[in-house]
């Protein structure tokens, strides 16, 4: 069939739909590349046996006694995914959040049945106790104030306990001053120098987090978390925080949440070049969900543009609860 000519011919050196005209030619040219090994899948790890409780708020994502985890690392890596962050929930719960540091408490519990199982898993642990305290904070209280350096002290004693079972991470993300620098400090002061720090850089103070606390009954019983984490109208503060964090030992810096905050992991990436990791929230994914779910996106389209933009950004590792849909998806 002959093209049909235009009545007026355009004399166009460069035509920028050349690039365009095939997925092959697209695919060629493409810019932002996601693969599966840059994703990370959270898990909330309960106690008991056999139990896979979905989460209201999260639907396809589950509290899973430590069996079921393993089970879930296996399917994770037969789609391609091969790094898991993995959150506590005990069933005892104090003013102190002991539970965070104790050895056979579900997180220390799983890393070691995970790595039992799969050893090239990488495994890595949340390092906060907003999961293990009975008023919801992420540190230790007196009256309504946050301490921080007694709660820095609660955290090392919970890092090093994750780095005792097994874990090649762990991620503090409690945003208390100065506990990257203490947690290095007790990992190396012990034998653990190759347990890597991902810090929770910088953290919001979001409203994006409501189906987490669903997941992990951690709403705070009183007050917020505004005099810890970061208010969400400030960029260069968090460039602060990245550096403090970096000259304190972290070896990968997070930004949390994702989508709202594509400029603060873009300044942070262009500014320091570090290992920088993204964490797409619970209430970014219950947002896709909802919304494919009343037909008003396609999903599958929404969350790999979605994750692509995140990676655009200049993210290189990518938390997500859709990291085995995305992995199936790019496969």
């Known amino acids: 069939m002959t093209p049909t000519r235009a009545a007026t011919t355009l004399k166009l050196t ?11 030619m697209r695919a060629l040219v493409r810019e932002t590349r996601l693969s599966p090994d840059m994703l990370v899948l959270p898990l909330f ?28 690392v296996a399917g994770a890596r037969a789609d391609g995914v091969n790094s898991v962050l993995l959150f506590g929930l005990p069933d005892r719960k104090d003013a102190s959040g002991s539970a965070a540091h104790d050895a056979d408490a579900p997180v220390q519990s799983a890393v070691r049945a995970i790595k039992r199982a799969s050893p090239s898993t990488l495994v890595v642990t949340d390092v906060c106790l907003c999961e293990y305290t009975d008023h919801g904070h992420c540190g230790i209280v007196a ?25 090649d991470i762990v991620a503090p993300s409690d945003m208390m001053d100065g506990r990257v620098g203490a947690i290095r400090h007790a ?38 978390r505004r005099s810890h984490q970061m208010d969400p109208a400030n960029a260069r503060e968090a460039l602060r925080e990245v550096e403090q964090d970096i000259e304190e030992g972290a070896d990968i810096v997070m930004i949390k949440p994702a989508v709202p ?21 619970s ?3 219950a947002m896709l969900k909802a919304a494919a779910r009343n037909g008003w996106i396609d999903e599958r389209r929404a969350m790999l543009e979605t994750l692509t933009g995140i990676r655009r950004a200049g993210a290189d590792i990518i938390i997500t609860y859709y990291a085995r849909e995305a992995a199936r998806a790019l496969a």
Do not use: Q, W
């Open 45 to 72: 790890v309960c106690e008991g046996e056999g139990v896979r409780r979905e989460v209201p708020s999260m639907p396809g994502v589950f509290n899973l006694s430590v069996d079921e985890a393993v089970n879930e």
């Open 261 to 281: 905050y594509l400029d603060v992991i873009a300044r942070v990436k262009d500014t320091f070049g570090y290992p920088t990791a993204a964490y797409h929230v």
């Open 187 to 224: 990992l190396d002061e012990r034998g653990f120098e190759n347990a890597a720090i991902m810090s929770y850089a910088a953290k919001y103070c979001s409203a994006f987090y409501g189906p987490f606390r669903d997941a992990a009954a951690s709403a705070p019983k009183f007050g917020d």
């Open 283 to 285: 209430g970014e994914y």
């Open 14 to 24: 460069r035509r920028l739909r050349r690039l365009r005209t095939s997925a092959t």
């Open 143 to 167: 009256g309504e104030e946050i301490l921080n350096d007694a709660t820095v002290d609660e955290l090392v004693r919970a890092a090093v306990s994750h780095a005792a079972a097994g874990a």
